[in-house]
């Protein structure tokens, strides 16, 4: 299974872009990248996925470079609903969660 | 927009008591998946089926029974609950494939005694 690196913690102001960065250095060709967060209290929300194509979808975007060794998940607005757990994940059969991001978020 | 629905979401039990957690999902979905999730750790899977009439382990199936009922119930069976399984319990359903995301439930709290 891939392993993935992310900071343990990031920090942001309210309407302000975050950028919460993922190394997986070892994802195999055809892993997707999928991203998912966690609210307090609740279950983990899908954010995103991709494979090699940066992606759009209304909650985020997802930049995945070249060589698929890194991606980073952007919030271009960052509100106080997204203040949670960050997941970063390279799909093989099955989903590995490690202990993510957790975003803070000022107002 | 119920999703996956999980019963009951909490309980407390006495060390070697059995029970039975259930998750539904109404998305049609192929895949169900059992997790558990620590304090200040990331969840782990247990269980999981791939399909109809098919289950297979995770990462930490020892102590738990599934059964995959039809296409839409997936049940978790702890039949003499341990401290040590002391958790949040999430059911997660998808369709077939690594393109597919998965769709979590709001999970059911256990502490045993």
């Known amino acids: 299974d891939a392993k993935t690196t992310q900071p343990n913690s990031m920090e942001s102001n309210e309407e302000e872009p975050v950028h919460l960065p993922c190394n997986h250095s070892?994802?195999?060709?055809?892993?997707?990248i999928h991203w998912y967060r966690q609210l307090p209290s609740q279950g983990p929300e899908y954010v995103i996925h991709?494979?090699?194509s940066n992606v759009n979808n209304r909650m985020a975007s997802l930049a995945i470079a070249e060589d698929r060794k890194s991606s980073t998940l952007i919030l271009h607005r960052a509100t106080l609903r997204d203040a949670a757990v960050y997941y970063c994940?390279?799909?093989?059969?099955?989903?590995?969660f490690g202990t993510g991001t957790r975003l803070q978020v000022f107002p | 927009n119920a999703g996956v629905t999980q019963t009951p979401k909490f309980q407390v039990l006495k060390t070697g008591q059995s029970m039975t957690l259930q998750c539904a999902q109404d998305?049609?979905?192929?895949?169900m998946y059992w997790y558990r999730q620590d304090p200040g750790m990331g969840l782990r899977l247990i269980y999981y089926?791939?399909?109809?009439?098919?289950?297979d382990k995770g990462e930490v199936p020892n102590g738990y029974n599934v059964s995959r009922l039809n296409k839409r119930e997936f049940s978790l069976r702890l039949e003499s609950a341990a401290p040590s399984q002391t958790s949040v319990y999430f059911c997660?359903?998808?369709?077939?494939?690594?393109?597919?995301?998965?769709?979590f439930g709001d999970g059911t709290r256990l502490s045993i005694l």
């Open positions: 997660a359903s998808s369709e077939v494939g690594r393109n597919q995301p998965q769709h």
């Open positions: 070892t994802i195999s060709g055809t892993d997707y």
């Open positions: 991709g494979l090699t």
């Open positions: 994940i390279p799909y093989t059969d099955k989903l590995i």
């Open positions: 998305m049609n979905h192929n895949s």
């Open positions: 089926s791939a399909s109809e009439g098919t289950t």
